[in-house]
């Protein structure tokens, strides 16, 4: 049944099952799940007949999610994420549009009550009654609220749908924010990022389809298998960071050397996600934005990226260099012997308190004892 199973799958999505079963072990590899589970997953679509309906609302955002994704090799995630689920309402990718899409939106809801995934890409104005994002007729607040409502599941995607992004940056003037302030008392898995990389909505997908929940949160509902460390433990450039190697400005030496950015206005130090691990584009060599010599400006951080100045230093979460590192043609070889005479006279001091601290110790036993200590 499962060979059978396998073989359709490799005629409706036009790749080798070796390519497939490839691709669901990266992704159970990012879940931090084991290769059973791969293959648990890989024939969870298989033998899937009744792929979960689909309800994807846009509201105040660039596209950015939607765009990245159909960009996306897993190979073709738009293939894959397409066999994966019906796609039965998407503003951006529906063939037909008027009156006769709303009407299908509303028939799918009403025919999979409790069934289906609702994606909600994009921030929602809630200001004078939610009037500034109108689709068909309807406010973007209240059709999230509609559609909300019998939805087995909901994912915001994006950092505009997660906490409200670029327009709920300044003033606010539209009273934009993210899904789960308009849903209070619903879970909303957020998955932040501008735009967020395709393979963590993918992988939170397969997961849903293959065990019918949403995988493990942390404490601001993001998916733990992407968002569980922070950019600054996994970065290329950490080593310089532990070194006091940093880049100053644009184009000097530190930055032509590859040097950390953290002067720059590197958030990747309070900002967690896991594009140091799987990058961007799929092209692998470092190719996402601080591998490319541009500072991390935590999208994907709620009150981070869209908030902070890119100027200004990182809320270091680990540990914070000393901002008196001398600059780098400074160091030079000439301090060397300066710097191993230190260290020699510093050796010498150390080693004579761990010997004063030994005696000192000796001498409270014996007092203790009343007399000499023969013991080892």
Not at 174 to 201: M, R
């Amino acid at each position: 049944m499962i060979e059978t199973s396998f073989a359709e799958l490799e005629q409706r999505l036009g790749v080798s099952r070796r390519t497939f079963l490839k691709f669901c072990t990266g992704v159970a590899a990012s879940l931090g799940l084991s290769t059973q589970q791969a293959m648990a997953m890989a024939e969870a679509v298989a033998t899937h007949k009744q792929r979960p309906p689909v309800i994807w609302l846009h509201g105040q955002e660039c596209t950015g999610p939607t765009e990245s994704l159909l960009r996306s090799e897993q190979p073709t995630l738009d293939h894959l994420i397409l066999d994966l689920i019906s796609l039965d309402y998407h503003q951006t990718l529906d063939a037909g549009a008027g009156h006769h899409v709303e009407h299908i939106k509303a028939e799918a809801m009403k025919a999979n009550k409790g069934k289906y995934l609702l994606v909600i890409e994009g921030s929602i104005p809630t200001k004078d009654g939610g009037i500034y994002c109108k689709v068909g007729g309807q406010t973007m607040l209240d059709a999230t609220t509609e559609a909300a409502e019998h939805a087995a599941a909901i994912v915001a995607i994006g950092s505009c749908a997660s906490w409200g992004g670029v327009p709920s940056g300044g003033s606010n003037p539209t009273g934009a924010v993210g899904a789960q302030a308009v849903l209070p008392d619903k879970t909303v898995l957020n998955i932040p990022g501008c735009p967020p990389n395709p393979s963590n909505f993918l992988a939170t997908i397969l997961y849903f389809v293959t065990y019918g929940k949403l995988p493990e949160l942390d404490n601001k509902n993001r998916p733990k298998f992407a968002f569980g460390r922070l950019i600054h433990e996994n970065c290329e450039r950490r080593p310089h960071f532990d070194a006091g190697r940093f880049a100053l400005e644009f184009g000097d030496e530190g930055h032509k050397k590859g040097y950390c950015l953290y002067k720059l206005g590197c958030k990747g130090p309070e900002t967690y996600n896991n594009c140091p691990a799987i990058e961007f584009n799929n092209l692998g060599g470092g190719v996402w934005p601080i591998g490319v010599g541009h500072p991390c400006f935590g999208c994907s951080e709620d009150g981070v990226g869209f908030n902070k100045p890119l100027f200004s230093l990182a809320d270091v979460k680990t540990h914070t260099p000393p901002n008196a590192f001398p600059l780098i043609e400074d160091r030079g070889q000439k301090s060397s012997g300066a710097s191993a005479g230190a260290a020699a006279l510093a050796g010498v001091a150390v080693g004579a308190a761990v010997g004063a601290s030994a005696m000192a110790a000796k001498k409270v036993k014996e007092q203790d004892t009343g007399g000499d200590s023969n013991e080892a």
